[in-house]
């Protein structure tokens, strides 16, 4: 449904997304991970069209989304972080004016808006105004404002963000059920999420792809774990055995009492017996020894801090939204003025002016 090939993204001599390449399959639900920075906004902006790339091709459905951005539009429902709404408006009046700027015609328009109302579980607030809404209902309104056309596609950004615990569970339930019905790439930082919702994981750092695959499969290809213990003796006497251990990283000793609670990342199979042998071998004595699986956050973190050593020209994503308003903005005009010229539809005007919001 979407395929990424050497996508590019360059702003003078720096480069935010740096010749990236993978695909989603019809009916997946994909997590698209990575810090602050890491260039997952652009390559969203890149996607949907807001943004030109400098290199690469997007391809959604059988439509090259470089060639034809507005056709490939059509086939995407984009839902992009703090969603843009009309707050003085009530909810059903906003998703009708949506469907009119999105070509929906006069007869299916009120048919779309029950839909997306259903889809986004929105239906009990139709009548109320969105400024009146929790923050919860109004990420629903922008999530069955996405659905209006029924695209096979659905791009959202964030879309739990600032969300209390509630509203997380509720939204994330909601994107579940699209499993198998909708594409859905979900660009979140927010590794619960991932677990929660997604069946496959890429995770970008600093413009690149540095992990992929479903989620326990990178746990499964890192080696090691989490050793955490409790112990008797001197701290110092621990941080020196610790220290001398082979592969031991990411060491957290606390004392508590007369115990020492430690926490510490290990390479291999037999962490737990290595870390047993040099503990006993400094003459301490173990009262409790428990190794953790590798976790999703153990292999982002991995992933994302050995990328960034070394590298000090990371395009945070804000600096992305400043230069992108001053090289593309020609570019922006060009994609406006052919959906006019082509169908009359004001949809990509509205969409635009919503997109300048959130920057």
Known sequence: MLAVEQLTKRYGSREAVRGISFSVEKGEIVGFLGPNGAGKSTTLRMITGFLAP?????????IDAVADPIG????????????PLYLEMRVHEYLRYRAELKG?????????VERSLGQAAVEDAA????????????QRVGLADALLADPPLLILDEPTSGLDPNQIRSIRALIRGFEGEKT?????????????TCGRVVILNEGRIVGEGDPAQLRGRAAGGTVR?????????????????????????DVDGELVRGRVRLEGADAAERLFAAVAEAGLALRELKTEGTSLEDVFTALTTEEAAGSDDALEDDDDLEEAADDDEEGADDLEGASADEDDEPADDDETLAEEDES
């Open 54 to 62: 400098t290199g690469g091709r997007i391809q959604v459905g059988e």
């Open 72 to 83: 490939a539009r059509r086939q995407i429902g984009y839902m992009p972080e703090g969603v």
């Open 104 to 112: 929906i015609g006069r007869k299916a328009r009120e048919e779309a």
């Open 127 to 138: 009548d109320r105004i969105i400024g009146q809404l929790s923050k919860g209902y109004r």
């Open 184 to 196: 859905v790439f979900l660009s979140t930082h927010i590794l619960p999420e991932v677990e929660a």
């Open 229 to 253: 213990f409790v112990g008797r003796g001197e701290l110092g006497a621990f941080e020196a055995a610790l220290a001398a251990l082979e592969g031991a990283d990411a060491v957290r000793l």
